[in-house]
Nanobody, 124 residues
Framework: QVQLVESGGGLVQAGDSLRLSCAASGRTFSTNAMGWFRQTPGKERVFVAQISWNGGVTTYADSVKGRFTIYRDNTKNMVYLQMNSLKPEDTAVYSC?????????????????WGQGTQVTVSS
């Protein structure tokens, strides 16, 4: 089992930055690929970014490429999502997810554990 707790969400203005954090506990964290997904009311949860177990491979949704950065600190069991140049369309609940594998992709089915999510609201 892996428990995930997100933090760092909030209300910001367009153009601002936020850093989301995800604290992991439970089974060995350093062997899990990690991902961030987001969801808005009435819509499906969508992929944002993922990072392989050692940070060597990262993947981003086209909508956030160049603005968001995912990184991890395996010594602290933490994964982060640095979000710059935020836009109103980035408004969503952001959830952290852990895969059971060292590598994972953009599909939700590749992730076994999920956090509760943290709200990010970007005003125009």
């Amino acid at each position: 089992q892996v428990q995930l707790v997100e933090s760092g969400g909030g209300l910001v203005q367009a153009g601002d930055s936020l850093r989301l954090s995800c604290a992991a506990s439970g089974r060995t964290f350093s062997t899990n690929a990690m991902g961030w997904f987001r969801q808005t009311p009435g819509k499906e949860r969508v992929f944002v970014a993922q990072i392989s177990w050692n940070g060597g491979v990262t993947t981003y949704a086209d909508s956030v490429k160049g603005r968001f950065t995912i990184y991890r600190d395996n010594t602290k069991n933490m994964v982060y999502l640095q979000m710059n140049s935020l836009k109103p369309e980035d408004t969503a609940v952001y959830s952290c997810a852990a895969s059971g594998s060292r590598w994972s992709g953009i599909d939700q089915s590749g992730y076994d554990y999920w956090g509760q999510g943290t709200q990010v609201t970007v005003s125009s």
